[in-house]
């Protein structure tokens, strides 16, 4: 409804008193809402979008650019301009009909199509054989389980893709030292597309759909080391979320932000664990609204990288990840009035009475086991719902930890489905790719 009309409250709301905000809304709301109930609004009107197959722009390499900018299909940076023989190449990686849908997105309510897929990868500067990825992704994109509709919400949470597979090294992938800088194409174009296409196809675009207060830019695809994982005998991160191993796939989940844990150092896992513990409860404070209550309580998913030679250590004096999980669940606790007065106090929820949810049955009893106020409860409900990844520089003892975004941008994983004629595929693009350089770079160049 591009007339409907509008009635402010003046200011925010949220640091006002109960007299500026019964004054503003009495003194000013009110009387917007009856006047614009009484007229008459303007014409509304809504510009056509062209068909996929139109053909917006022609012009030098500069001339597209400046058009993509100027019409808000750029993220700022240069694009490929998505002719019609990048896009074929993309479309010939997969085995979906390029008008496929795959999904309806909120807010713009436009359909993800294979199509719009390849058009968006060519942009990102994607190659040919990341489609299969692409069209992975799009489908945890539509898939109400994600949430993507709060992908423009005030805290400004960003999208990480975790990969996993075979196709992390076929592809060229960074997985070791400086995973999650860019740099590399596969890493980089892939966090990329997954932006731009929030923007083209879902509709999410700065000061307008997309409302985060700060917001983030994209973050680079971080795969797993399972090299790690199968030396060390531990389950990766797919198969945590119920796939075999050696399976393709993509997992999502959208975080407001991260802490490296630097120079973790002990020579057992007992001396590790307070460093960590203490590093995952103080990153999470409001995100204790997903964690109380009948809303959203118990989606809380923080996700922890571990660097491999952390992982070696833990796995050295017989630990599992699902060992790690449980102490993470023990140790990273805060006192109950705390976590009461985040959730009454901070973020003004109705729900966070610890003993009235327990007793209502909508939190596990370990939240109220007494009534002492400085009782110490885990920030989530089981240990499960702790992610662990092995990833990083093997020869550095740090982690990574991100405070999760709960409900909005749940974790969600699907599996990358490679096209019949794969091998074909990648044997013809192995033959056009020249070998990388070999040594290093003179001054200069």
């Not at 990048?86 to 990686?93: G, K, N, P, S, V």
């Not at 996993?164 to 076929?170: A, M, R, W, Y």
């Not at 709960?406 to 004629?421: C, D, Q, R, S």
């Amino acid at each position: 409804m591009p007339n409907i009309g509008i009635a402010m409250v003046p200011g925010h709301t949220g640091v006002q008193s109960k007299e500026q905000l019964r004054e503003n809304i009495l003194g000013v709301t009110q009387y917007n809402v009856v006047n614009a109930l009484l007229e008459k609004p303007a014409e509304g009107t809504l510009e056509d979008e062209p068909s996929a197959r139109d053909i917006v722009a022609t012009g030098t390499l500069d001339e597209i650019n400046e058009y993509f900018v100027r019409h808000e299909l750029s993220d700022g940076l240069p694009i490929m301009p998505p002719t019609q023989a990048r896009i074929d190449a993309f479309l010939r990686h997969t085995d979906r009909k390029p008008d496929e849908v795959l999904g309806i997105l909120l807010p713009d309510m436009r359909a993800a199509t294979i199509w719009s897929i390849a058009v968006n990868g060519v942009m990102a500067g994607c190659r040919p054989e990341y489609m299969p990825i692409l069209v992975a992704l799009v489908e945890a994109m539509c898939d109400p389980y994600y949430g993507n509709e709060h992908s423009g919400n005030t805290p400004g949470g960003e999208t990480l893709i975790l990969l996993n597979g075979p196709i992390t090294k076929e592809l060229g992938f960074n997985y070791t030292q400086g995973v999650m800088r860019d740099g590399f194409q596969a890493n980089t174009s892939i966090g990329r597309f997954w932006r731009l296409y929030l923007r083209n196809i879902a509709g999410f675009l700065p000061h307008k759909n997309d409302k985060a207060t700060f917001g983030n830019t994209f973050r680079v695809v971080v795969p797993e080391n399972e090299d790690v994982c199968a030396k060390i005998g531990w389950k990766t991160n797919s198969e945590d979320f119920g796939f075999k191993a050696g399976t393709n796939t993509i997992t999502v989940s959208r975080y407001t932000g991260g802490n490296h844990i630097s120079s973790i150092s002990g020579a057992k896992p007992e001396d590790l664990m307070p460093y960590i513990t203490d590093s995952m409860q103080k990153l999470h404070s409001w995100h204790f609204l997903f964690t109380v209550g009948a809303e959203c309580g118990g989606t809380l998913r923080p996700l922890m990288f571990l660097s491999p030679i952390l992982a070696e250590l833990f796995a050295a004096a017989g630990w599992s990840k699902q060992d790690i999980k449980q102490k993470l669940w023990e140790q990273a606790r805060v006192p109950a009035h705390h976590m009461e007065r985040v959730s009454r106090d901070w973020t003004q929820k109705p729900s966070w009475n610890l003993a009235f949810e327990v007793s209502v049955g909508r939190m596990p009893k370990v939240y109220h086991e007494s009534d002492d106020p400085n009782r110490m409860v885990p920030i989530v409900w089981q240990p499960d719902d702790y992610m662990i990844v092995v990833t990083g520089d093997l020869g550095r003892n740090s982690g990574y930890i991100f405070a999760h975004n709960g409900v909005l941008g749940y974790p969600t994983a699907k599996e990358i489905k490679l096209p019949k004629n794969w091998k074909e595929l990648r044997a013809a693009s192995a033959v056009k790719t020249a070998p990388p350089a070999k040594g290093k770079r003179k001054n200069g160049t």
